[in-house]
């Protein structure tokens, strides 16, 4: 890992929101591909010792991706993220909710803000998430923080691969 590449992680429970900045050594197009194709996604968003298995993406405003985390022995955590906007290579926003295997959400959802940007070689990625449930807040993040510096690991290892 490149300590000197940026990476911060905070939170506003009063406004039930997580602010994550994350930079990556490699170019714009490459990192938003490695979020917006589920052949990507699949290879590092889930933590080790899971696995991620995306069983349909279509990445348009309407569209939806369906997918689930995989555990060691077998058991799955759906979820589903629906697109709200895209402008290509620059931002995207989605909805994520939890589910079933048959895409009935559990409510309340999430929020997230995507921007990228790219200075020198270096693509900088701003998330921003606003949970509808401050107790959906509170219960997730703990281990979120964990398995998602833990997937963001992942992808700078995967970028290394593909740069």
Same mark, same amino acid.
């Given at each position: 890992m490149?300590?000197?590449?940026?990476?911060?992680?905070?939170?506003?429970k009063a406004a039930k929101m997580v602010y994550i900045t994350r930079e990556f050594n490699a170019g714009q197009s490459l990192v938003w591909d490695a979020f917006t194709k589920a052949e990507?996604?699949? %290879?590092?968003v889930a933590p080790a010792p899971m696995r991620a298995k995306?069983?349909?993406?279509?990445f348009e405003v309407g569209g939806r991706r369906f997918y689930a985390?995989?555990?060691?022995?077998? %058991? +799955?955590?759906?979820?589903?993220? @629906?697109?709200?906007?895209?402008?290509?290579?620059?931002n995207f926003k989605m909805y994520n909710a939890f589910s079933d295997e048959n895409e009935n959400r559990e409510l309340?959802?999430? @929020?997230?803000?995507?921007?990228?940007? @790219?200075?020198?070689? !270096?693509?900088?990625?701003? !998330?921003?998430?606003?949970? +509808?449930?401050? +107790?959906?807040? @509170?219960?997730?993040? +703990?281990?979120?923080?964990?398995?998602?510096?833990?997937s963001l690991t992942n992808l700078e290892d995967l970028l290394a691969t593909l740069s």
């Open positions: 490149n300590n000197d590449l940026l990476f911060d992680f905070n939170v506003d990507l996604l699949d %290879q590092w995306t069983k349909y993406m279509n985390m995989i555990s060691p022995d077998g %058991q +799955e955590r759906w979820a589903v993220q @629906e697109f709200t906007s895209i402008t290509p290579k620059t309340p959802g999430s @929020e997230w803000d995507y921007n990228f940007s @790219e200075q020198n070689g !270096i693509t900088k990625v701003d !998330i921003t998430i606003f949970n +509808e449930s401050f +107790e959906r807040l @509170e219960k997730l993040l +703990e281990g979120f923080k964990m398995g998602f510096t833990m």
